[in-house]
């Protein structure tokens, strides 16, 4: 039977409340206590831990936390997964486990602003691991590019803010035949797609967006086998042990209640981006999304992706200039309270940004022109609230305001 990661999330063993709540219940406490003081130093030695039910300390593992990456591990089919205080720094400490000084990395040109700053500037000026950016859908480009101290072939699922879609499969290969690590973040498409599935060796996700679906949580997490899990969190030599971004409790708990409703929300987002979406191209406008059969990515999405979650939640238009993106978002925000001017996605309402002056802008315009980024471009995350015709009716009252229609 072929992967679904909602009825995967229906299998995990469920997590009561201390006294029998449906829910789990939150464990507030920084620190454990062992039965006898012989137990402390196999509790360091590592001989005990977490799945044996014994903590240490909260930085380490915390049981509520434990909790929701097993909820990640069971949404990704992974071994196991790792949550984090957010999305940037659980890819971080995924690159610098990997990576040791003198290491490389082959990654898309197209990925998440921060990702990109983290590669072309940080990593090389503080740890001496340099990356070669490449059109990640050009799989010569990609082989190419791979040298005997490439680690890791990096990239989005779906890129942002181009919708370029990954061919996992031919990455993996290209990966694995140099015994590189193909690491995806699935930001963009949790539900949709499952990169494990397909080859990856990590999935990170920047829970932040659809996975908290509320905008009201930082949040990230690594999804990978138990043996890499493990050694992100070795107390001597593990990045997320040792860097510390650390999920809190609380957080943790508040997460694992979204996580029900994921699928139910994924499809809605896809349903209401596929309608919009078609009824741009039908009227001519520069449209891009990946549920449309003229996406080049569409054929490949359409095969890697699992049944019933649609094509994602985000599309872009390209408005042709700066100004009238920027009128366009006035309007649609200040006049027909369509939507929020704001970075980020996978909110309940709609979310719109210039992508070239605001998510890519660490990129240089040499960068933006190379990934396609316009500066007309309007990405846009599609919400669920108010209904699908109302909105529709906003929107392209608002684009005759601006002359597109
Ligand atoms: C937001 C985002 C990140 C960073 O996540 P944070 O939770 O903000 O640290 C990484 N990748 C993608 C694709 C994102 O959209």
Redesign the pocket.
Known sequence: MTFDPQRSLAMVRHEFGEHGGVNMSIEASTTFTVMDAASMPELFQGHRGPEGGCYLYGRHFNPTVYVLGRYLAALEGTQAAYCTA????A?ACTLMQICSPGDHIVAAETI?G??HALLKEFLPAKTGVHTTFVDIGNNDAVAAAMTDRTKVVYC?TLA?PTLVVADLPRLAAIAHARGAKLVV?N??SPMILSPAQHGADVVVH?M??FLGGASDI???AVCASQEFIVSMMDLHTGSLMLLGPTMDPKVAAALALRLPHLGLRMTEHSRRAQAFAERLAERGLAVTYPGLPSHPGHELLRALANEGYGFGGLFTLDTGSKETAFRLMDILQNEHRFGFLAV??GYFDTLMSCSASSTSSELSDEDLQAAGIRPGLVRISIGYTGTLEQRWAQFAEALQKVGLL
Not at 86 to 89: A, C, E, K, V, Y
């Open positions: 957010s999305g940037l720094s890819i998440y921060g990702t989005e942002n973040d930001t963009f920047s932040t967006k930082i949040a990230g980020s996605l």
